[in-house]
Every structure is written in structure tokens, then in C-alpha cells.
């Protein structure tokens, strides 16, 4: 299961090992400042966009990016019942959403709404 953290001026997110294997990564860094939605979706199809690219789409778990006209997505979500941290971001970022399974969604939502950069704080989906 990821883990979402902040590192001075960078989102991190930490990939579990069965995520790191799918995605060929273990680590993205994403520009706190480029932030501009926080939200979590209780539907974890809710939160898939475009066709599915390079990782593993299998009953259970996505894992991998995602292609659409919004631009390429990140995801590492799991089919279970359990909500999804669902992050939009602006120009600077390698993802333009990343949705991920983590620990305590609504948590972690409530920390990075606190650090978007302008505007006032987001609220639901994105």
C-alpha cells in the first residue's frame, strides 16, 4: 500500500513492494506547488481516467499510468471497498492525477489541502 509523505517542497509517495514491481518505480515526487485538487473517492473506479499504459491492470489491483485527454495519470489502487486519495495537479508535475490506496485517505487528504499552494481549500473528488 502507498504511503503519501511531504518533503520540503515535494509530495512524496512511496510505493508498497507489490506496487514497486508493477510500476518500476519506487518513488514519485510531484511539486507541492503545482497541487491544485485534493479529494477522496469512495469508488475506486471513480478515480481511473483515459486508457490504461504501462503496469498491471488485474482484478483487485491497478497499478501504472494511465493516458487521456486530461494528460497521463498515476495510480496504484486496489479494487476492495477501501476509499482512494485522489491528487490533481498543474503544470511542473510528471502526473497530472495521481490515486493511490493509502492507510487513512481522509488523513492525508486533510494534511495536503492545508499545503496547496493558492485558493481555498478543496473539498470531495476533484
Given at each position: 500500500?502507498?504511503?503519501?509523505?511531504?518533503?520540503?517542497d515535494?509530495?512524496?509517495?512511496?510505493?508498497?513492494?507489490g506496487?514497486?514491481a508493477?510500476?518500476?518505480?519506487?518513488?514519485?515526487?510531484?511539486p507541492?506547488?503545482a497541487?491544485?485538487a485534493v479529494?477522496?473517492?469512495?469508488?475506486?473506479w471513480?478515480?481511473?481516467?483515459g486508457?490504461?499504459?504501462?503496469?498491471?491492470?488485474?482484478?483487485?489491483?491497478?497499478?501504472?499510468?494511465?493516458?487521456?485527454?486530461a494528460?497521463?495519470?498515476?495510480?496504484?489502487?486496489?479494487?476492495?471497498?477501501?476509499?482512494?486519495?485522489v491528487?490533481?495537479?498543474g503544470?511542473?508535475?510528471?502526473?497530472?492525477?495521481?490515486?493511490l490506496?493509502?492507510?487513512?485517505?481522509?488523513?492525508?487528504?486533510?494534511?495536503l489541502?492545508?499545503?496547496m499552494?493558492?485558493?481555498?481549500p478543496?473539498?470531495g473528488?476533484?
Open positions: 500500500m502507498a504511503r503519501v509523505t511531504v518533503d520540503g515535494r509530495v512524496v509517495v512511496r510505493l508498497g513492494p506496487e514497486t508493477a510500476a518500476r518505480r519506487r518513488t514519485i515526487r510531484l507541492v506547488a497541487l491544485r479529494g477522496v473517492e469512495t469508488g475506486w471513480r478515480a481511473l481516467r486508457e490504461a499504459g504501462r503496469g498491471r491492470w488485474m482484478p483487485g489491483r491497478c497499478v501504472g499510468t494511465r493516458y487521456g485527454p494528460g497521463e495519470d498515476f495510480v496504484a489502487v486496489r479494487a476492495d471497498g477501501r476509499p482512494v486519495l491528487l490533481d495537479f503544470r511542473g508535475a510528471p502526473f497530472d492525477r495521481v490515486a490506496t493509502v492507510p487513512d485517505p481522509e488523513r492525508t487528504a486533510r494534511e489541502r492545508a499545503l499552494p493558492e485558493g481555498p478543496s473539498s473528488t476533484p
